[in-house]
């Protein structure tokens, strides 16, 4: 529990409201964290799919550039930003930092509630923190063409925004459901310039070899980053774009956690709890980091993971080596993983649908410094309605994920008559997603737990690896 005093702020017309934190743009951080340096094990080394053993510099050029896969591997503490990406990022960054007063007063709890608004980007989300500086080193490693997947939606539309930044050009593979569930998301990719192709499609071998099995198939994420690294590996002129799960994408969000930190100094407060909601890894990862860090050198703060229970990769999937993508194209990675044939059901109405996490994400929860929650569909959307009607912003689906457990935290805090600061990360804006919101206030949303069956078959095509 924090020792530091309730911040107060001057009221309006003598109302307690909601605050605003702000930094000064010369406040934004000039270099990223990377908690590599820092972490108390080794992470294991990817490895390749060809050879099982850990993959080599060569073979990740095949898709990414120099700059990124040094990245990748570095364990420097610090990494410099280039001031092209920080000219960049300062169109928005920073990002406000928000006490949440009026959703405290409908709890009536004792809790502090603090959320990171990522929502002010030009793509609505998180995303863009990494889209844009992978455009760029792609631009200076003498690429001209990208491609990617994407899920909701977010990620797609945040690279394409990137890559109109640097006249570069890009093809995004959306997971089919999302195409059909989130037509203005591909509208805001087309916007940029960017191509949009529902996954899987007939486009590549990988995609052709999917609907060969199951014509209807709904896609995932697996699929689409199938055919999204299919077509990179195979041009001189393009190469791949992930927005979630990789080391250097965990690297870049850390703008989150940093600026964060600056802010609740200026208020003279800190997290007791750290909640992100948590799909590959990125939002979680770039807003928890840099608290995993005090943590790590004695400091009393709890990170928590919240995902859907309908794609529960960390509390009911496996820790072990596991390829990044369906068609077994990717290096295999070490973390947690639901097996990458697992497809999460149509009815999921948000994104974080991918079967693995975060390497680093994995290891930090594998060696208990963060936890992990899964959250049901109707409790996701009752958060975010909730937080709505307080905070004046209708949340993305998948940032209500972070809220419910905000919610649920503080509850548990007024029954037990405890204060405590809560810092969430806000990571988008759900003005596109009215199609989940109407089933919801309709009475049509599902709640899914995926069947233990299900996630047992999935995990019984795991690679056999040996270190």
């Not at 700059?67 to 930003?81: F, K």
């Not at 009911?316 to 990044?324: I, L, V």
Request: with cysteine.
């Amino acid at each position: 529990m924090t020792t530091a005093q309730d911040p107060r702020r001057k009221p309006f017309n003598g109302r307690e409201v909601s605050e605003r934190i702000t930094l000064e743009p010369r406040e934004m951080p000039t270099s990223w964290y990377n908690i590599q340096a820092d972490l108390p094990f080794d992470l294991a080394p990817p490895l390749s799919p060809a050879t099982g053993k850990p993959v080599t510099f060569e073979e990740m050029a095949a898709i990414f550039p120099p700059p990124l896969i040094e990245q990748e591997m570095s364990r420097e503490r610090y990494v410099p930003i280039p001031e092209r990406v920080l000219d960049i990022l300062s169109l928005w960054r920073p990002t406000p930092l928000i006490r949440a007063r009026n959703l405290e007063k409908a709890l009536g709890t004792p809790a502090r509630i603090y959320y990171k608004f990522e929502g002010v980007s030009p793509a609505g989300s998180h995303k863009p923190n990494t889209a844009v500086p992978q455009a760029y080193f792609n631009k200076i490693s003498g690429i001209s063409r990208m491609t990617t997947e994407t899920g909701a939606g977010q990620w797609g539309s945040s690279l394409a925004f990137a890559c109109k930044q640097f006249d570069m050009t890009c093809r995004v593979y959306m997971v089919k459901v999302s195409f059909t569930q989130k037509p203005y998301r591909r509208t805001f990719i087309r916007l940029f310039g960017a191509e949009v192709v529902a996954s899987p499609s007939t486009l590549t071998q990988s995609g052709r070899d999917i609907l060969s099995r199951n014509p209807d198939s709904p896609g995932s994420l697996g699929i689409a980053i199938s055919e999204a690294v299919e077509e990179a590996a195979s041009r001189s002129d393009t190469n791949y774009g992930l927005g979630s799960v990789l080391n250097h994408v965990i690297l870049h969000q850390s703008v989150i956690g940093l600026e964060a930190k600056k802010q609740m100094e200026k208020v003279g407060d800190y997290p007791d709890y750290v909640i992100g909601c948590h799909g590959g890894g990125s939002n979680f990862g770039g807003l928890a980091v840099p608290f995993v860090k005090d943590r790590i050198e004695g400091k009393k703060v709890e990170a928590i993971a919240a995902e859907p229970a309908s794609c529960p990769t960390l509390t009911r999937g496996r820790y072990a080596f596991d390829y990044g993508d369906t068609a077994r194209l990717t290096p295999i990675m070490q973390m947690y993983t639901l097996g990458h044939d697992f497809v999460p059901p149509a009815v999921h109405a948000g994104g974080l649908r991918y079967h693995g996490a975060a390497p680093i994400v994995s290891a930090l929860l594998h060696h208990g410094l963060i936890g992990a929650e899964a959250v049901l569909q109707s409790a996701i959307f009752e958060a975010a309605v909730l937080f709505a009607h307080t905070e004046a912003i209708i949340p993305a689906p998948e940032s209500a994920h972070a809220i419910a457990a905000v919610v649920k935290k503080a509850r548990e805090l007024k029954e037990e008559g405890r204060s405590a600061a809560i810092l969430f990360s806000l990571s988008g804006h759900g003005h596109f997603d009215m199609a989940a919101y109407e089933a919801y206030l309709n009475g049509t949303l599902e709640d899914y737990t995926y069947p233990e069956a299900a996630i047992a078959e999935s995990l019984g095509n795991l690679p056999a690896v040996s270190l």
